[in-house]
């Protein structure tokens, strides 16, 4: 039986998805962890197709709104690549209190594996109008704006809002689609 109702269906088409650290914890308060994030994704806009159209990364989450050939994988692949690159990051930096919990809350049926950053799924829902994507763009880019962290989208430094205001981005971000 299928663990979660949310799949991926057809090819190409933009997907809002959502990726949470495990148990809400917060990693991504450090900027050396957000930069792994931004650099895989741009490894993957150069050489396997990711067509961001939007993201926002909080201290315990992200979501974004990409397209791809092959979006499942590539978003497995991610997950796997960025959980190792921020668990050797946080040893490096000795954040073991922080290494501890994602070795608590690991899931049994991860036996060989010593911590669990991500929770399992991205909870993709395809995009299949306009109306709907500009509905997915707003959410994110509101996001950082409700929790009280900034007054204007385009402050939040881990956001494509920048792009869409017309003020240079940390990531290319493809406002078509």
């Known amino acids: 039986m299928p663990r979660s109702r949310y799949r ?19 990693v991504f308060t450090r900027a050396d962890s ?10 993957l806009q150069q050489h396997e ?15 974004l709104v990409a397209g791809a050939p092959g979006l499942p994988g590539l978003m ?33 049926h991860k036996a060989d594996a010593t911590y669990q950053l991500w929770e399992e799924g991205s909870h993709p829902k395809r995009i299949e109008s306009e109306t709907v994507m500009r509905q997915k763009l707003d959410y994110i880019h509101h996001n950082p704006v409700k929790r009280g962290y900034v007054d204007l989208p385009e402050h939040w430094r881990w956001s494509s809002a920048r792009n869409y205001a017309g003020e240079p981005g940390v990531i290319e971000i493809d406002k078509g689609w």
Do not use: C
Request: glycine share 4%; hydrophobic share 50%.
């Open 34 to 43: 957000v930069e792994i994030l931004l650099d895989s994704w741009r490894w």
């Open 76 to 108: 497995r692949r991610f997950k796997s690549h960025t959980a190792r690159q921020i668990i050797d990051l946080l040893e490096a930096a000795r954040v073991q209190t922080l290494l501890d919990l994602l070795a608590l809350f690991k899931r049994r």
């Open 49 to 63: 197709g990711l067509r961001m159209h939007g993201y926002v990364i909080l201290e315990n989450h992200l979501h």
């Open 8 to 26: 991926f269906v057809g090819d190409d088409a933009p997907y809002f998805m959502t990726m949470t650290v495990n148990h809400w914890l917060p």
